[in-house]
């Protein structure tokens, strides 16, 4: 089994997926600080489930 396999990590990708798509519609004076910092916890759910399994 790996990984990608986990119901955990598949969740948690997708929603990750969903945050990205949706912070494409954040105001323009937030891109590189709220946009950037919601984006990259979103990134580090599955990261953070990937390096403990």
């Not at 990590?9 to 323009?28: D, H, N, T, V």
């Not at 004076?29 to 984006?39: A, F, H, W």
């Amino acid at each position: 089994m790996r990984y990608q396999d986990l119901l955990a990590y598949q969740k948690g990708f997708s929603l990750a997926m969903k945050i990205f798509e949706l912070s494409k519609s954040f105001p323009r004076e937030e891109k590189y600080s709220l946009t950037d910092k919601v984006r990259r916890s979103s990134r580090n759910v599955c990261a953070n489930i990937a390096k403990a399994y």
